[in-house]
């Protein structure tokens, strides 16, 4: 539009230049005309000749005539000028609102879509397209309908037949009314089309992704699902009333509780109207006229509060009262008749409780109540009690007493606990069991106290007597290995190492880290597990110790050693074994040494059998002959079986036999 504007103005440009220089000619042409044919000369003769008639005026008036039709010619050309900047002036603003138009149906949430009566795109926006992935080459002005619907099924935004639905749109516009229908397309999604028909026979469609929106709508139709649920299945009866005092609502608990119909819990109901209503079912307390008077007053006072009311029949309630800032509360109503009931049948099982017993604040760690038995136990009055914290109580006063004592867990069973303190000074230890309770609407703690001292003295004797004994065990220079029998069955295959000493470990050539907790075939190989096995299960059924002589025990890294084993079985008091303790001599070296011995023994028997000279062995005590060598028997003409054993006397004359011992 803009540039048609100045396309007119350059032609009209154009044709006043030309207008101007044909005038210039002409006055040119005209002048060069009268000065060659003398046309004023000739027009004063004429003029002269008819002076009758006047002419001469008409000159004037010609004359006047001519410059009066130039001013309108130039009262013209301005209205003209005005024209066009009027014409250039609305141009602008129609160029301007197309493109606010342009820019405002781009910037649509919707897909916009503007067809004429030919069923053919006017307009069509960006969201449209961007909405079913289309491309803009292919969405122009002229395009039909058909076609726009088949280019969405080539692009995968649209799934079923186009000439099936475009037929049911085709017979939706010509009925002339607003549609609307909703289409899922295949990526998922939720798309609404609102179809109006317009007043030339054309039609406009809105297409909007209503897929956010519908999943908005089904999360707060589930959220209110559930609190209504979470609201019609709480313990506590639940009220909201307005600053005027009038209900909002109420779950099925509180109903029940006061015995309320439904006429009566419906929203705007006043609170009057429902104390009223209890008072008459009996679900208030005594004083009627006082429960009124004060229940509106503590809704008027706008602050939170906490009350156990006692009703008529016995039960009580517990309300609990918080205000909101419109001036509205929320209140809950909690029967609480079991636990009053509970908490009565507390106090009389610990007030009478033969066990130390206490309750403490979990925040300040002062006594809020001690039993008879703990008043004897530790010698503190009662008074005396309930003005001390937890930490005085103390043998051990550290630092970290505080932190301690909070830092326990909900529940403790027999937990130990240190050294306590009693009031002439002496220390018992205890032993603790305690779990959390609300006491007095404070989050507190119930304790129950055991003297364990004498336990505790006799844990400590055993103790060191335990250290005694491992570290006998522990340096005993003979292998010691113990197997637990307890948790096996009548096999010991699935016996497990407990316990190995530091010799155990040297012969095995493996710490007992890669000993202790595993079993036989874990250790050994299996073949030698198999061996060792079986000798276990000879022990575990044999009341007295199996010895097992020359054994080779093939180490893991040790190599084989020549050892000996007694093995006990170590029964419990049902006479099952429990243990099965081995202790081995390992041998190898001792047998390597008597194998040595005996070779040279050996070496020097022959030595002494083979030597040319006579040699006799005599015993210094009583003399008898030990040894007799070869040349010795050839020389005295005995063999050494009748020598060897034998002493002179037995062997020789008298004579001869004191010549020998001499």
């Not at 103005?9 to 042409?29: K, P, Q």
């Not at 005209?30 to 000749?49: C, L, N, P, S, W």
């Not at 008074?383 to 550290?398: G, S």
């Not at 070496?603 to 030990?626: C, G, H, Q, W, Y």
Request: aromatic fraction near 8%; include cysteine.
């Amino acid at each position: 539009m803009v540039h048609r504007s100045r396309k007119v103005l350059f032609s009209l440009r154009r044709r006043s230049v030309r207008d101007a220089v044909t005038i210039a000619g002409l006055c040119l042409v005209t002048y060069i005309a009268a000065a060659t044919f003398d046309v004023f000369g000739q027009t004063y003769e004429f003029i002269k000749r008819y002076e009758a008639y006047e002419l001469d005026e008409a000159i004037v008036v010609a004359i006047v005539f001519g410059f009066l039709m130039a001013i309108y010619a130039l009262r013209r050309v301005q209205d003209l000028k005005r024209e066009i900047f009027k014409r250039r002036d609305a141009e602008r603003k129609s160029a301007n609102h197309a493109v606010r138009l342009t820019t405002a149906v781009n910037n649509m949430t919707q897909g916009l879509l503007m067809f004429d009566s030919a069923d053919r795109l006017v307009v069509c926006n960006e969201r449209y397209i961007q909405m079913y992935g289309l491309s803009p080459e292919m969405v122009k002005p002229g395009v039909t309908r058909l076609q726009l619907i088949k280019q969405r099924k080539e692009c995968g935004s649209f799934e079923g037949d186009p000439d099936q639905y475009y037929a049911t749109l085709h017979n939706d516009t010509t009925m002339g009314q607003t549609t609307r229908r909703s289409i899922e397309t295949p990526d998922g999604r939720t798309i609404q089309i609102v179809t109006r028909p317009m007043a030339d026979g054309g039609w406009v469609t809105t297409h909007e992704d209503t897929t956010d929106k519908l999943r908005v709508k089904d999360l707060i139709e589930k959220q209110a699902l559930q609190l209504d649920a979470a609201l019609e299945n709480m313990s506590q009866g639940l009220c909201m009333f307005d600053a005027t005092q009038h209900l909002i609502v109420c779950n099925k608990r509180y109903a029940d509780l006061y015995g309320l119909n439904k006429q009566q819990t419906r929203p705007g109901t006043t609170l009057r109207a429902i104390l009223q209503h209890r008072i008459a079912m009996g679900s208030a307390p005594d004083d009627h006229e006082s429960y009124i008077k004060d229940r509106l007053n503590e809704v008027s006072i706008n602050k939170p509060y906490q009350i156990i009311n006692r009703l008529r029949d016995g039960r009580y309630i517990s309300v609990v009262h918080r205000p909101m800032a419109d001036g509205g509360w929320v209140a809950t109503h909690e029967d609480v008749t079991e636990a009053k009931r509970r908490e009565e049948s507390f106090r009389l099982l610990f007030k009478a409780n033969p066990v130390p017993m206490w309750v403490f604040d979990r925040e300040t760690l002062r006594f809020l109540a001690v039993n008879d038995a703990a008043v004897a136990q530790y010698g503190y009055s009662r008074e005396q009690f309930l003005a001390m914290t937890v930490p005085d109580i103390r043998a051990a006063q550290a630092d970290d007493s505080e932190s301690f004592l909070r830092a326990r867990p909900d529940v403790q069973n027999g937990e130990y606990v240190g050294q306590h303190q009693r009031s002439d000074g002496t220390k018992i230890h205890a032993a603790v069991y305690s779990r959390l309770l609300n006491y007095e609407n404070r989050d507190a703690r119930l304790v129950a106290i055991h003297d364990i001292t004498d336990r505790k003295l006799a844990e400590d004797d055993l103790h060191r007597t335990k250290m005694f004994l491992n570290t006998v065990i522990e340096n005993v220079p003979l292998p010691i290995s113990v197997k637990d029998f307890a948790n096996a069955a009548e096999d010991a295959r699935d016996c497990r190492f407990a316990l190995v000493n530091r010799a155990y470990e040297e012969i095995m050539g493996v710490s007992r880290d890669r000993i202790i907790g595993k079993t036989t075939h874990e250790v050994y190989t299996k073949e030698h597990a198999d061996v060792l096995i079986s000798l276990d299960n000879k022990a575990s059924h044999s009341d007295q110790a199996l010895l097992v002589f020359d054994h080779s025990l093939v180490t893991p890294n040790n190599g084989t050693r020549l050892i000996m084993a007694k093995k006990v079985a170590i029964r419990g008091s049902a006479g099952k074994p429990e243990y099965l303790l081995t202790v081995i001599d390992d041998m190898t070296d001792r047998k390597l040494a008597e194998g040595d011995l005996r070779r040279t023994k050996m070496f020097l028997d022959a030595v002494i059998e083979n030597v040319p000279m006579p040699i006799l062995v005599k015993t210094a005590n009583d003399s008898r002959f030990t040894l007799i060598n070869k040349a010795g028997e050839e020389l005295f003409g005995f063999s050494r079986d009748l020598v060897i054993g034998r002493t002179p006397h037995d062997v020789y004359d008298e004579k001869r036999a004191d010549f020998v011992v001499a």
